[in-house]
């Protein structure tokens, strides 16, 4: 398929959420600095907010998020594809509408794309694409590309959908369509790889009774999809899922190679960021060593006006100093600015509210000293990266299993939701006491251990440089 003396070549593909383009851009640079040249897919909407987001947007780049890197010589090629919708249309407002598109237009676009791209040189070698795309191999049989499944998320998570089967024989899941009305909530001890998990512990959509949303047919397409995949790559760490992913690599090559962040952990200079960040550096200079409790919500989760509420209402209590992230369009509710008027006036000394940020540059700074979270993958890793303990708020999707491996299997973070609603004081008296107390000591112990594997896993024999070079190797002899 390929000449030996030419370089690998790789279409990447990340899935249109910020969370997803974040680590796919930070894995298509690693892979280019190993010898491949790369050709890198954003849809044009994600194409059109990261430029917008840019600060004097207009003439800092155009076309392509990749042209600082490329003046440093690397072979990273940038091409955008339509993903079904014009660019008007509101994605984020419009989820299961938006994801109806990427399952069924989005295919074609992509098709057509890899298509071209087989025509450049040296011909591409292999499809990365990420593991929610239902097409993959589809797109990899009809152009004789190998095909790797990129996984953002734990292994855990990967393999509960991997095994979502077990879990509706079981009676822990619901059938693909109908309504599903008796959950079994006993312990879920049989899928092979996890020791034991509760239901409660699932991903949101495994615990809804309605399995038949558009997302549900995404997901349970991609994991059907996925056993047809050659090589399936994953933003985790060995030493922190070994029996997991053991029992993955049975079933299919997995090779863990995370943590994927970007070259020494600093403010990554390609272009990711879907909204403008606010320079958050100056105000935390000011702040004593550890005091700052940083809360965001991530980049997909809507919020009730209710969960505002209540965040403003224990951070108050806790008297903590804090900065909050408040994403553009992420509350269901018209009255944001009522809702927070009065509560940012009253802060004004301790809190700083803006609407996006350079997370890396804000929880590696020494002033932070503990991170409000909703527990997507990405910003677990950050924080462990910075030492800094979790308090978890999980809204939806993985962030629940996320928050399992955090609280019950690490020991790096606590609650403040399980299920029953917890007391206002009994937070605010959490977080003054991981900020201030044993707690945060306790945990800060913690997180140094699981740091540490993450160090390890990097570092020039480390399990994840191991694995990313054995993939590599093998991708390399699949192409001959
Ligand atoms: C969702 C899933 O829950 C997550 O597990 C999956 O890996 C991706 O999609 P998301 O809301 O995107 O999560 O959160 P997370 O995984 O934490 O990713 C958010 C990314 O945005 C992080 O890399 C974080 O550093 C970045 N971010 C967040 C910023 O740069 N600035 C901000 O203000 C907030």
């Given at each position: 398929m390929n000449n030996d003396h030419q370089k690998p070549h790789a279409i990447v593909i990340p899935y249109p959420l910020q969370g997803h383009v974040i680590p796919s851009v930070h894995l298509a640079l690693k892979l280019e600095t190993k010898g491949f040249v790369i050709t890198f897919v954003n849809t044009q909407s994600i194409h059109q907010q990261i430029t917008k987001s840019q600060p004097n947007h207009s003439d800092t780049f155009g076309d392509d998020i990749f042209t600082d890197s490329r003046k440093?010589?690397?072979?990273i090629r940038y091409v955008v594809v339509n993903d079904g919708f014009p660019l008007g249309f509101d994605r984020s407002l419009n989820h299961d509408q938006y994801f109806e598109g990427v399952l069924h237009v989005m295919s074609a676009h992509a098709d057509e794309l890899v298509g071209e791209t087989i025509?450049?040189?040296?011909?591409?070698?292999?499809l990365i694409a990420d593991t929610f795309f239902v097409w993959s191999s589809m797109i990899s049989n009809k152009y004789n590309l190998v095909n790797v499944s990129f996984w953002t998320e734990p292994a855990l998570v990967f393999t509960l959908y991997y095994h979502v089967d077990l879990l509706r024989k079981n009676g822990h899941v619901g059938s693909l369509d109908t309504y599903f009305i008796y959950n079994r909530e006993d312990t879920i001890d049989y899928i092979p790889g996890i020791g034991a998990i509760e239901p409660k512990d699932l991903m949101s959509y495994l615990q809804a009774s309605d399995t038949t949303t558009v997302v549900h047919r995404i997901i349970f397409k991609a994991f059907k999809d996925v056993k047809n995949a050659d090589f399936i790559i994953c933003n985790t760490i060995q030493e922190l899922e070994p029996q997991t992913i053991s029992a993955l690599h049975e079933k299919h090559p997995t090779y863990a190679i995370g943590p994927i962040f970007p070259t020494g952990f600093t403010k990554s200079v390609v272009a990711t960021s879907l909204w403008s960040e606010s320079d958050c550096t100056r105000w935390l200079d000011t702040k004593p060593p550890g005091s700052v409790l940083y809360v965001s919500l991530g980049s997909y989760a809507h919020v009730s006006k209710n969960t505002i509420v209540e965040i403003a209402q224990r951070l108050l209590l806790s008297g903590v100093s804090f900065i909050w992230v408040l994403r553009p369009g992420s509350i269901n509710s018209d009255e944001t600015d009522v809702l927070l008027v009065g509560f940012e006036e009253e802060v004004k000394e301790t809190g700083l509210m803006v609407p996006w940020c350079c997370q890396i540059e804000v929880i590696s700074h020494p002033t932070v000293g503990g991170f409000l979270t909703h527990c997507g993958w990405n910003s677990i890793l950050e924080s462990v990266w910075c030492t800094v303990p979790l308090i978890c708020l999980p809204l939806l999707t993985d962030q629940f299993t996320n928050r399992k491996l955090v609280v019950d299997n690490w020991k790096i973070g606590v609650n403040v939701c399980d299920n029953k609603q917890i007391k206002a004081e009994e937070v605010a008296e959490t977080i003054h006491c991981l900020m201030n107390g044993k707690l945060g000591d306790e945990l800060r112990k913690n997180i140094e251990v699981v740091k540490n594997k993450l160090e390890n896993a990097l570092s020039t024999d480390g399990s994840s440089q191991v694995s990313l070079e054995k993939f590599i190797s093998d991708v390399k002899i699949k192409t001959q």
């Open positions: 440093s010589g690397l072979d025509k450049t040189n040296p011909p591409p070698t292999c």
